[in-house]
């Protein structure tokens, strides 16, 4: 069974405008973590913002805040006043058994192409 | 100042070669990754090391064997090489802990390899 799902193969959005790219996720396990990565053209991956399934409040990171809704299982990325070097691919990613867990697996979406467009 | 540093960035082989990949983090972290991005960007684990112990071993051919030296060094050996081992190697690394902390992955810039 999928355990991250993005359904956005890909997205544009205006510059300046606010996007939110989807990410569901399926656990059993009450306690987890969910994160965003941005992966540019250039191939590297980047830390966004991470989510723990305990935490009150939903995490913002500058313009990146995580739109967490644990009854729906969704963790949707939320990206204000869109930039052009925003562009790029981003992933979603969950890992089981809270902040550590037993080996901190990180299981990938497969990931939303957002162009901004100027 | 590289975090994750990872070698060769790029790597052309043919089909039946041997070829390694290197990995060093100078962050202190005590865990170490190996994940594979396909042509589709599809990201999976492969392998992970926590202080030298093997901790992650994913359904992955033999051919692929990870090595960790020291805490600061994973690299990963490919025996044989066949096409569809041609992908993004990615090498990185984390705190490992139950105490607290989101422990997040610190990625290499990956390294490139093209199986012909």
């Known amino acids: 069974a999928q355990k991250i799902t993005q359904t956005q193969p890909g997205m544009f959005v205006q510059e300046k405008e606010a996007v939110t790219l989807d990410c569901t996720y399926d656990t059993s396990d009450p306690s987890y973590g969910l994160f965003w990565y941005k992966q540019p053209s250039s191939g590297e991956m980047i830390f966004l913002i991470y989510?723990?399934?305990?935490?009150?409040q939903n995490a913002t990171e500058g313009r990146y805040s995580l739109n967490f809704q644990k009854a729906r299982k969704s963790a949707n990325l939320v990206i204000s006043a869109s930039q052009l070097g925003d562009s790029a691919m981003y992933f979603c990613a969950m890992r089981e058994g809270g902040y550590g867990g037993a080996t901190n697996k990180l299981i990938f979406g497969t990931g939303t192409l957002l162009a901004v467009q100027p | 100042d590289t975090a994750v540093s990872q070698t060769p960035k790029y790597l052309v082989t043919q089909m039946g070669n041997d070829k390694s990949i290197k990995c060093e983090q100078n962050?202190?972290?005590?865990?170490m990754y190996w994940y594979k991005q396909d042509s589709k960007k599809f990201l999976k684990i492969m392998f992970s090391y926590n202080n030298k112990e093997l901790i992650i071993n994913e359904t992955v051919p033999n051919r692929f064997s990870p090595k960790s030296p020291d805490k600061a060094h994973l690299n990963l050996h490919i025996n044989s090489l066949e096409l569809g081992d041609s992908a993004v190697y990615f090498c990185?690394?984390?705190?490992?802990?139950?105490?607290?902390?989101?422990?997040?992955?610190?990625f290499g810039a990956g390294s490139r390899l093209t199986v012909l």
């Open positions: 990185a690394s984390s705190h490992l802990s139950s105490g607290g902390g989101a422990n997040v992955l610190t």
């Open positions: 962050l202190g972290h005590d865990t």
């Open positions: 989510q723990g399934s305990y935490d009150q």
